[in-house]
């Protein structure tokens, strides 16, 4: 059976995101996995995510590193806790700060692999570091530092 | 007349950007202006560009960001050199590096507005700090690092 992505594991009504939401029918759509140590993510852009013609925009490279870090926030709390994703309570991680150097650019046309390392788990805050690379070369470098969602800001019901 | 907005400068071959190229269909067609000393964007948000429902998505923030920032970039670079923008050699700057701090979630169905900052001009090297506001309230603040894009990346006949 294909594993299930870290987002195929939000809740229904976290599920909107466009960058990542299963839900959001205009979104990306990113999925997010573990491979060891590390998590994982492809994507292949759209033709018009460009920046100029032939070239990935940067923006697009930025909203990946973000849905893959707080993906990344949830499995890693998760697998901290020794506890299987979609089991109770739900998490769900939010972008407090995200950084991104852009190295080179991106070619379009082909995949774009986001990596990511776990740096550090404390409290409600968890930073991830990210890599994305174009046809084996590395185009970007990221982190994206992670808190879970406010309680206000959970569907009713539910907690963080 | 109306201003017409930095990204309105850039040549037709530059103006596929999905954040903000006029030439760009499917794009968000982001438009810069000056006011004052800052530069200043709005942008309003689709309704598919959430995070969770009510709230607009961290990556369309850093998205907007990228290009005014960009966009700021080459205005300001003009200006420093005392000539308007559409005059020879078109400047067209790309992110080196892009950073944002999430300060409250902004709530979809307000226009966001972007302002930016010009920090410092060095050699091909423009630094921008942004912070983007919903309703009157800072939702988050950024900085751009822009480098004038590398002459293999102009289109034929052009420089940097």
Redesign the interface.
């Known amino acids: 059976m294909k594993q299930k992505a870290f987002q195929d594991y939000y809740p229904d009504?976290?599920s909107?995101?466009?960058?990542c939401g299963r839900l959001?029918?205009?979104?990306l759509k990113l999925k997010s996995y573990w491979d060891g140590e590390e998590t994982v993510a492809i994507f292949t852009p759209?033709e018009?995510?460009?920046?100029?013609?032939g070239?990935v925009?940067?923006?697009?490279i930025?909203?990946?590193i973000?849905?893959h870090g707080t993906g990344t926030a949830a499995a890693a709390l998760h697998r901290a806790e020794g506890r299987e994703m979609g089991t109770e309570p739900p998490v769900?991680f939010?972008?407090?700060?995200?950084?991104?150097?852009?190295m080179r650019?991106a070619p379009l046309g082909v995949e774009l692999e986001v990596r990511g390392v776990v740096k550090e788990i404390k409290g409600r805050k968890v930073v991830v570091s990210a890599r994305v690379s174009a046809g084996g070369e590395i185009c970007a470098r990221g982190e994206v530092v992670a808190v879970r969602?406010p309680e206000h800001?959970m569907p009713k019901g539910r907690t963080a």
């Open positions: 009504e976290l909107y995101c466009y960058g959001n029918d205009q979104g759209r018009y995510h460009i920046a100029i013609p070239y925009y940067g923006g697009l930025a909203s990946i973000d849905c769900r939010v972008t407090a700060s995200l950084h991104v150097e852009y650019p969602m800001m």
